[in-house]
């Protein structure tokens, strides 16, 4: 058992932290545990929710490493709101909205859905209810009294300056779930 507890707390990076009391560990450091934890004894399945809440860039980038090597000889299943977690690392992705599959596919297959459907436009800052009416605003960039919004519309917003962008899958997350709080991406890696 303790070759075991050392295999698992080197893969999350905490063997140096193992004679610590738990309780003064950091947000992150009690995430990585956690992590530790779930792949004890090498799980055929593993089911995480929200993995990488807490984690610092460097770490959740670690932490997709680390699942995509899981995946080599085990089924794991994630589940989370961050979707840049899964985005490049997960083989197929479910949206779930109230317990329904909405959507599902590889992150090509979703973003494929929105080509030439994602645009930016430039505008005076004044405009943006304006534009809010008119379309789904997916990101705002203020620059002093002009804006920056990128939008999904299905068709090209004519009368804006504009130009396409490429589609993101948090476009894709945000198109099914822009009203919505409680909804998941889930992928499978």
């Not at 309780?23 to 009690?30: D, F, H, N």
């Not at 090498?42 to 680390?66: Q, V």
Request: hydrophobic share 40%; proline share 3%; charged share 30%.
């Amino acid at each position: 058992m303790e070759k075991e507890l050392d295999r698992v707390l080197k893969l999350v990076q905490l063997e140096e932290e193992a004679d610590r009391m738990i309780g003064t560990y950091s947000g992150g450091m009690k995430q990585r545990l956690l992590i530790a934890q779930a792949v004890l004894g090498n799980p055929s399945i593993l089911i995480l929710d929200e993995p990488t809440a807490g984690l610092d860039p460097k770490e959740r980038s670690r932490m997709k490493d680390l699942f995509s090597k899981l995946a080599a000889d085990s089924i794991v299943l994630i589940a989370t709101h961050v979707v840049s977690d899964i985005e490049d690392v997960a083989k197929e992705i479910f949206l779930l909205g109230e317990g329904e599959i909405l959507a599902s596919g590889s992150s090509k297959d979703l973003t494929r859905e929105l080509e030439k459907q994602i645009y930016i436009l430039e505008a005076a800052a004044e405009e943006l209810e304006r534009i809010r009416t008119e379309f789904s605003v997916l990101s705002i960039v203020y620059e002093k009294e002009q804006i920056r919004v990128r939008i999904h519309s299905k068709k090209p917003p004519i009368s804006w300056i504009y130009h396409q962008d490429s589609p993101r899958l948090e476009d894709v997350y945000l198109s099914y779930f822009q009203e919505e709080e409680a909804c998941y991406a889930t992928s499978t890696l």
